[in-house]
Nanobody, 128 residues
């Protein structure tokens, strides 16, 4: 079982930036999809961005394309989410999740039921 710990959340004004980190332990191979989800109050948890650990292939939700960048440092077993030009609608609890998958994260990377390992979350608040 992979253990995940998120950090880096905070409060910023619209247009600002934050970088989230997801430190992992327990990987036994490289065929993992690591995904950032977020959940705003009263809304469903949604996939924001994913990265395939073996290839660093990245996947993004349309709402964050061009503003967010997902990356990883495999030596540190850490994934990052660089968030620029933040908007109030980006506010929410951000979770890191991981699942074993072959050949890439696939078209359903944002399906939360695929993921068995989750972090505790880190809060992001963007004020207007």
């Amino acid at each position: 079982q992979v253990q995940l710990v998120e950090s880096g959340g905070g409060s910023v004004q619209a247009g600002g930036s934050l970088r989230l980190s997801c430190a992992a332990s327990g990987y036994d191979h490289s065929s993992y999809c690591i995904t950032w989800f977020r959940q705003a109050p009263g809304k469903e948890r949604e996939g924001v961005a994913a990265i395939y650990r073996a290839s660093s292939s990245a996947y993004y939700a349309d709402s964050v394309k061009g503003r967010f960048t997902i990356s990883q440092d495999t030596a540190k077993n850490t994934a990052y989410l660089q968030m620029n030009n933040l908007k109030p609608e980006d506010t929410g609890m951000y979770y890191c999740a991981a699942t074993q998958w072959n050949g890439g994260c696939g078209g359903d990377w944002a399906e939360r039921l695929r993921y068995g390992s989750w972090g505790q979350g880190t809060q992001v608040t963007v004020s207007s």
